[in-house]
C-alpha cells in the first residue's frame, strides 16, 4: 500500500478494497521501523482513533475524496495531542490547545495524521540539521542531507512512510528538500494557505504547502488546505484571490503553446554540471511536449540573498521574542531575577542558527542601522519582484511560467555545512527570490546527478496560478517515470 499515490489510496478506500484503519495500521509500523529520524512524535491510539471515524464516514457515504488517506505534519503547524516542537528545546514538550487551521481543514477532509515530522529548528536551515533532536536522513543515501527546512516531511514521503505531508517554505523550504529527496512539492502564492497554528519565523515570507509523490497529489491536498481564514491577517481574501478553488481543473490540458521563461542567472556560476544536464533534459522534454522555451532575465536574483538575510531574520527576531521562559515552553533553571532568566532561558532553548538569525535580526533592526539594512532590504524585494513581473505579467511579457534548478548541487553530506552557515545560504540562491516575490514555486524530480541523489526542476509561476503550475508538472509526469522512483529497499 506504501507505494500507492494519494490518488491510488483514494480509490481503494472508496471501493472498500482498504479500510482507513488497515491504512494506518500499515504505515504505522512502517514508521515504527525506520531509522530516518524523520517523525518526531506519534501515537498509535490518537491515530487509529482518526481512522475509526474516516472509516464510519467511508461506511456512510459522507466521504471526501481524502477521507482515511494519512498525513502526516511538519511539527511546525500546532496540533492537539500530538507535541508541537518546531524542532526546538523551547517548545520539546509543548503541546497546543488548538489546531493549526491547515490540520484542521485536513481533519474536516477526513485524512488520517500519522505524527509530526522533524525540521530545523523553527524552520530555520536549509538542511534539517539545525533540529534540536538530530538530523534527518535522506532515505536515497543516509550520508546526506534530505534538506531542510522540511526535510522530515520530504524524507518521510520519499521513504514511502506517508502518503502526503505538509511543509513550510519561507526562502525555499519546501521546494530544496522537495528536489533533494526526489518528490514533488509545491509553495502556493503567499496568502493563500493560512498561517494561524504556524509557527512563525518570517510572517511575509511564510506559507504552508502540500508534498507528495505527484503533482496531482499536490492539487488533491492544496484543494484542502488552501482558502481564506479570518484567524490569520496575512490570508488572501476572497476579494483578493482567497477563494476555494479546484487546483485539479487544468490537468490533463495540453501544453501546446506554453512559453517557458529559462533565467541565464539560473545557469550560470555554481551550478554543478551535473544538476545541469538534468534539468536541460527536462526542459528538452517539455519542448518535445509542445512547449517554447525563451531565454529571459531575472538580474537581481544575485541580490535574493542578502535582501532575504536581511528581511527574514529581522522578522524572526521580532516573532521569537516571544519565546521567554514566562508563559509556555523550556524555562531554565538557577537564574537570579527576571533578566538573568531571560536570558538563561534564550541561550540554553534557542540552538545555534536560532540564536545567530536573531542576533542579525535584532542588529538591523536597530536605530541607526534599519535604513541602512532593513529598509534597503525592502527595497530590493521590490525590484526582485518587478524583474518577475516584467516577463510574466508586463506588457512586454514573454513567458507563463518559468524553470530552473532549484539547488545549485544535489543534496551534500551530514555535517558538510554545518561550519560554514554562509555556505549553506548560498544553497537558496534559485529559491530565494521566488518567496520574496510572493510568487508560487513548485520542485519535481527530473534525474539524478552525483552520487545518485536526485534533482529538482523548479517551476515558477504567476500569482494564483497554481493551477497551471501543477499542470505542467503534471504533464512532465505524464510523460516521465522520475516521480515513480523509490529509494533502495522501500
Not at 482498504?18 to 509500523?29: C, G, K, R, V
Not at 505538509?166 to 518528490?183: E, L
Request: charged share 20%; with cysteine; net charge negative.
Amino acid at each position: 500500500m506504501h507505494t500507492k499515490t494519494i490518488k491510488e489510496l483514494s480509490v481503494l478506500l472508496h471501493s472498500k478494497a482498504i479500510t482507513a484503519t488497515e491504512l494506518a495500521q500499515h504505515f504505522l509500523d512502517r514508521i515504527e521501523k525506520s531509522d530516518l529520524n524523520a517523525f518526531l512524535h506519534v501515537d498509535r491510539a490518537l491515530t487509529l482513533a482518526q481512522a475509526a471515524e474516516a472509516d464510519a464516514r467511508l461506511a456512510a457515504g459522507t466521504a471526501t475524496p481524502l477521507t482515511g488517506v494519512p498525513i502526516a505534519h511538519k511539527d511546525i503547524f500546532v496540533t492537539q495531542g500530538w507535541r508541537s516542537t518546531a524542532g526546538s528545546k523551547m517548545l520539546a514538550n509543548y503541546v497546543s490547545p488548538f489546531d493549526a487551521t491547515v490540520v484542521e481543514k485536513f481533519q474536516q477532509a477526513g485524512m488520517v495524521t500519522l505524527g509530526k515530522l522533524n525540521c530545523d529548528e523553527f524552520a530555520m536551515g536549509s538542511a534539517n540539521e539545525n533540529s534540536a533532536f538530530g538530523p534527518v536522513k535522506n532515505p536515497w543515501d543516509k550520508t546526506a542531507v534530505p534538506g531542510g527546512s522540511s526535510g522530515g516531511s520530504a524524507a518521510a514521503v520519499a521513504a514511502r512512510l506517508a502518503p502526503g505531508a505538509t511543509g513550510t517554505d519561507t526562502g525555499g523550504s519546501i521546494r530544496q528538500p522537495a528536489a533533494f529527496c526526489g518528490i514533488t512539492g509545491i509553495k502556493p502564492t503567499y496568502g493563500r494557505v493560512s498561517r494561524f497554528g504556524m509557527i512563525a519565523f518570517a510572517s511575509s515570507l511564510d506559507q504552508g504547502g502540500p508534498m507528495a509523490q505527484t503533482a496531482e497529489d499536490c492539487a488533491l491536498l492544496l484543494n484542502a488546505m488552501a482558502g481564506f481564514d479570518e484567524r490569520d491577517s496575512t490570508s488572501l481574501p476572497p476579494e483578493l484571490g482567497g477563494v476555494d478553488e479546484d487546483y485539479t481543473r487544468e490537468l490533463g490540458q495540453p501544453l501546446t503553446g506554453l512559453r517557458i521563461g529559462v533565467p541565464k542567472e539560473y545557469f550560470g556560476e555554481g551550478l554543478s554540471p551535473d544538476v545541469e544536464s538534468a534539468v536541460r533534459a527536462a526542459l528538452a522534454k517539455y519542448v518535445e511536449l509542445g512547449a517554447t522555451l525563451v531565454d529571459i532575465s531575472l538580474p537581481n536574483t544575485k541580490l535574493s540573498i542578502p535582501a532575504y538575510y536581511m528581511i527574514a531574520p529581522a522578522e524572526a527576531s521580532s516573532n521569537l521574542s516571544r519565546f521567554d521562559g514566562v508563559r509556555y515552553g523550556f524555562r531554565a533553571e538557577g537564574y537570579k531575577d527576571l533578566q538573568d532568566m531571560y536570558r538563561k532561558t534564550r541561550d540554553q532553548g534557542f540552538g545555534n542558527e536560532v540564536k545567530r538569525r536573531i542576533m542579525v535580526g535584532t542588529y538591523v533592526l536597530c536605530h541607526g542601522y534599519y535604513d541602512a539594512y532593513y529598509l534597503k532590504a525592502q527595497k530590493i524585494r521590490r525590484l526582485i519582484a518587478q524583474d518577475f513581473e516584467k516577463v510574466l505579467n508586463g506588457p512586454d511579457a514573454v513567458c507563463d511560467v518559468i524553470m530552473g534548478p532549484v539547488a545549485p548541487t544535489v543534496a551534500w553530506d551530514l555535517g558538510d555545512k554545518s561550519d560554514d552557515p554562509v555556505a549553506a545560504y548560498l544553497a537558496d540562491i534559485f529559491t530565494l527570490s521566488t518567496s520574496l516575490a510572493g510568487l508560487p514555486g513548485m520542485s519535481i524530480p527530473v534525474g539524478f546527478g552525483a552520487k545518485e541523489r536526485p534533482v529538482g526542476l523548479q517551476i515558477i509561476g504567476k500569482h494564483f496560478g497554481e493551477a497551471k503550475l501543477l499542470n505542467v508538472a503534471h504533464a512532465y509526469q505524464q510523460a516521465t517515470d522520475w516521480h515513480t522512483r523509490a529509494p533502495a529497499g522501500i
